[in-house]
């Protein structure tokens, strides 16, 4: 059976656009159903692009946080997913819409948790003076990053890295692992 995975984004959607290219090459039995934003997200042309259904449930559209959860958890019951995924999502999910979708919520993040947690990973990595930093496919819990580590590699700070140098080898890494963990969960609950 194929698992149907929703993903949430809120910017260009690069790991998005991997996804979508790679994972119908893989051998694992998975489809994008569905991504939704919290805004209109560039992003959101890739899937766009393939057919593939969008959504945007805006922040500011809502009087609270746990509203626009609800709201949120809606869009994505909607989709029926087995897995959703977080990539790029930068919104803290409320505890309701968590508990809800528990524990097949799946995010990753640009660091080696739990060192780095949080919407600036890679910059304050680079101002700690930190030499080596990674990538982090985590179950999302009620915290900030502090889930379950499904998997992580480390990625080191090369001489001269600036941000986006940085950060764009980390995300090379994050789409492997990405890959991985999804490869192990289809294979876990389709048996």
């Known amino acids: ?9 809120s910017g260009a959607g690069s790991n998005l656009a991997s996804l979508l290219e ?6 694992i039995p998975a489809d994008v159903v569905a991504v939704g934003s919290d805004t209109n997200a560039p992003g959101l042309q890739h899937a766009a692009g393939r057919g593939i259904p969008t959504f945007v449930v805006p922040w500011e559209e809502f ?3 746990a509203e626009w959860g609800v709201a949120l958890g809606d ?12 990539s790029g ?4 999910l409320p505890p309701e819409l968590v ?6 919520i799946l995010n990753t993040h640009p660091a080696y948790l739990p060192e780095f947690p949080g919407a600036h990973a890679v910059r304050e990595a680079l101002a700690s003076g ?11 819990d009620e ?3 502090t889930g379950q580590i499904l998997a992580q590699r480390r990625v080191p700070v090369e001489p001269g890295d600036d941000e986006a140098a940085l950060h764009a080898r980390i995300k090379v890494v994050e789409r492997e692992l990405l890959l991985q963990v999804l490869e192990n969960m289809t294979t876990a609950i389709g048996t």
């Open 63 to 65: 009087s609270s946080r």
């Open 1 to 9: 059976m194929r698992q149907r995975l929703v993903v949430l984004i």
């Open 75 to 86: 869009a994505l019951a909607a989709h029926e997913p087995d897995l959703i995924i977080l």
């Open 130 to 140: 930190a030499t080596e930093t990674g990538a982090s496919v985590i179950v999302v």
């Open 22 to 27: 790679n994972l119908p090459v893989t051998q």
């Open 99 to 104: 508990s809800r979708f528990s524990p097949r």
């Open 89 to 92: 999502f930068m919104k803290l």
């Open 143 to 145: 915290g900030v990053d």
